[in-house]
Nanobody, 124 residues
Framework: QPVESGGGLVQAGGSLRLSCAASERTFSSYVVGWFRQAPGKEREFVAG????????IYADSVKGRFTVSRDNAKNTVYLQMNSLKPEDTVLYYC???????????????????WGQGTQVTVSS
């Protein structure tokens, strides 16, 4: 099961880097996605990355501000978040899709193993 970290409180316009780490070596072979969920709302896709990092996709709401990357030697996937806005204040999750190494999807139903989430709060 992946574990997220790096959340916290930041002012609008600031940056944070989230990490998603797993102990299983096979984690480096999976597509990994980042999602977020506000209270009372559905979980939404943020970004995803293939196992080599060669393919990435983003939600329109974060395109140009967020960057997903990975370091397979460390079994860790990152989400660099820049130019943060108050509306980015939500709980962020990472998840692994164990059925594919290269096909990155925004469909949360395709992801199998989820972390517990890390809270990001952006003050105005």
């Amino acid at each position: 099961q992946p574990v997220e970290s790096g959340g916290g409180l930041v002012q609008a316009g600031g940056s944070l880097r989230l990490s998603c780490a797993a102990s299983e070596r096979t984690f480096s072979s999976y597509v990994v996605g980042w999602f977020r969920q506000a209270p009372g709302k559905e979980r939404e896709f943020v970004a995803g990355i293939s196992w080599t990092g060669g393919r990435t996709i983003y939600a329109d709401s974060v395109k140009g501000r967020f960057t997903v990357s990975r370091d397979n030697a460390k079994n860790t996937v990152y989400l660099q978040m820049n130019s943060l806005k108050p509306e980015d204040t939500v709980l962020y999750y990472c998840a692994a899709d164990v059925d594919t190494m290269v096909f990155v999807t925004s469909d949360l139903g395709e992801y199998d193993y989820w972390g517990q989430g890390t809270q990001v709060t952006v003050s105005s």
